[in-house]
Nanobody, 118 residues
Framework: QVRLVESGGGEVQSGGSLRLSCVAS????????LGWYRQTPGNQRELVAE????????YKVASVKGRFTISRDNAKNMVFLQMNDLKPEDTAVYYC???????????WGQGTQVTVSS
């Protein structure tokens, strides 16, 4: 089982930027999709963005389109989420996740906290 570990969270002011990183314990080259989820207290975890092993991206949350960019580096076994123009509503714990096949995500990392102050 490939494990995922996130880093890069922190506290920034509204309008600021953060880059989240996720490193896998093994090769990600054959993992169908990698994604970033986020969760706030009392709410379900939501898929923010995902990227296939062919590099096709999909942003699932309308409010992040144009501000967030997901990317992956198969050689380094890493996936990233560049977050620009952050807003207080982006405050959440962000999780890296993997979908080995087209059938869905099966593993999430431990998460990294992102806090955006106004």
């Amino acid at each position: 089982q490939v494990r995922l570990v996130e880093s890069g969270g922190g506290e920034v002011q509204s309008g600021g930027s953060l880059r989240l990183s996720c490193v896998a314990s093994g090769s990600i080259a054959n993992i169908f999709k990698l994604g970033w989820y986020r969760q706030t207290p009392g709410n379900q975890r939501e898929l923010v963005a995902e990227i296939t092993n062919d590099g096709v991206t999909n942003y699932k949350v309308a409010s992040v389109k144009g501000r967030f960019t997901i990317s992956r580096d198969n050689a380094k076994n890493m996936v990233f989420l560049q977050m620009n123009d952050l807003k207080p509503e982006d405050t959440a714990v962000y999780y890296c996740a993997k979908s080995p096949t087209k059938y869905g995500y099966d593993y999430w990392g431990q998460g990294t906290q992102v806090t955006v102050s106004s």
